[in-house]
């Protein structure tokens, strides 16, 4: 079965910096990765999505890059401000119906 | 820009009751699903649906039901309310038969007491 890992769990950094949040997963068959930003209480808002061909996607400040061999994706915020505190998640899919989800790296960005 | 909606943010629920949580979306798309999200515990897969009146089980389906008796609209069913069933549960919604993006609604945060 597909099992996806966020590490960090949880990551504070001072406003202004640049960071990576990291996604390993175990079966490299995929058919796409996307990676999810949630605020508290709320639901899931797609950030950016890269299909299995694809090695990066950038939005914005925002950029995703996906290695499938190595099984390990990588969110890059450049920049970083007070308003992208949030919990971002990856989730993988194989073809088929199903996503999988990592549990996610906490943000906190200090102002 | 897609949309699904769920029709509950908050819901206060006593053990036992019969618990319906409705979600729509408006793009036309084949897949939909319902999870359920906890602390330490991720997003679990509870049903999902590929077509009206088609449901397949994911991994924690005990105490769960689901109807799709039209293409936007999938709903979730809780026969009768256990206080195991306070969760926070996510719809969302993908197009084509294998799956590609999600999207998600605002999310329901059930409290069963």
């Known amino acids: 079965k597909q099992e996806v890992t966020q590490i960090p769990a949880a990551l504070s950094v001072p406003e202004g910096e640049n960071l990576v949040l990291n996604c390993s997963f175990t079966d490299s068959a995929i058919y796409n990765l996307q990676w999810f930003r949630q605020d508290p209480g709320k639901g899931l808002t797609s950030l950016l999505l890269i299909q299995s061909s694809q090695r990066e996607q950038t939005s914005g400040r925002l950029n995703a890059s996906l290695d499938k061999s190595s099984g390990r994706s990588t969110l890059y915020i450049a920049a970083s401000q007070p308003g992208d505190s949030a919990t971002y998640l990856c989730?993988?899919?194989?073809?088929?119906?199903?996503?999988?989800f990592g549990t996610g790296t906490s943000l906190t960005v200090i102002p | 820009d897609v949309k699904v909606t769920q029709s509950s943010r908050y819901l206060v629920k006593r053990t036992g009751e019969k618990v319906f949580l409705e979600c729509v979306q408006d793009m036309d798309h084949e897949n939909m699903f319902w999870y359920r999200q906890d602390p330490g515990l991720g997003l679990r897969l509870i049903y999902f649906s590929y077509d009206v009146k088609m449901k397949e089980k994911g991994d924690i389906p005990e105490g769960y039901s689901v109807s799709r008796e039209k293409k936007e609209r999938f709903s979730l069913i809780l026969e009768s309310a256990s206080t195991n069933q306070t969760s926070m549960y996510l719809c969302?919604?993908?197009?084509?038969?294998?799956?590609?993006?999600?999207?998600f609604g605002q999310g329901t945060r059930l409290t069963v007491v």
């Open positions: 989730a993988v899919s194989l073809t088929g119906n199903q996503f999988y």
């Open positions: 969302a919604s993908s197009p084509h038969r294998e799956a590609t993006e999600a999207f």
